[in-house]
């Protein structure tokens, strides 16, 4: 079965976010001033097959966990679809 | 009111990815051979405050429109929540 999934990578809460400053920054100097704060992640969309929901999901988290997502400073969460095709 | 906005931004289907092809490719060494395809895109999390979620959603596409997406390159969306706080 081929299935969907999208990863959501954060920066954790207590980790200074730079790029997220900056983009709030931007904002603000377009007028954007009700912006408090903006956090930049990342979005991996992953298309990829796998017996079932329960068998991709261990090999996804698996993948944050090796590559994807670096545990020191960042987050992880995703969510798995069947795939239309 | 406070509001909790997640915006997703990704390359258009129809440009090239050569980030989300690194990943494609690490996965595969790593030996997740049943990855078709990776493709990286941005999440931007904006707290901020709004009248509601309506006026809330049109300042948000303005600044997808005006900043956070290329739009030539990207698709955007995004999700809008009530803040706890």
């Known amino acids: 079965m081929n ?3 999208r990863v959501f990578v954060t920066p954790k809460p207590s ?3 730079p790029q997220g400053k900056a983009v709030a920054n931007s904002l603000h ?4 001033d009700e ?11 992953l ?3 796998g017996a079932d929901r329960e068998a991709v999901s261990a090999r996804v ?3 944050c966990r090796r590559l994807l997502a ?12 069947e795939a239309r095709s």
């Open 3 to 5: 299935f969907q999934v």
């Open 15 to 17: 980790i200074l976010d």
């Open 29 to 32: 100097s377009l007028g954007y």
């Open 35 to 45: 912006v408090v704060e903006a956090r930049l992640g990342k979005l991996i969309e």
């Open 47 to 49: 298309r990829l097959g």
């Open 61 to 63: 988290d698996e993948m």
């Open 70 to 81: 670096n545990q020191i400073i960042e987050d992880y969460r995703f969510e798995i679809e």
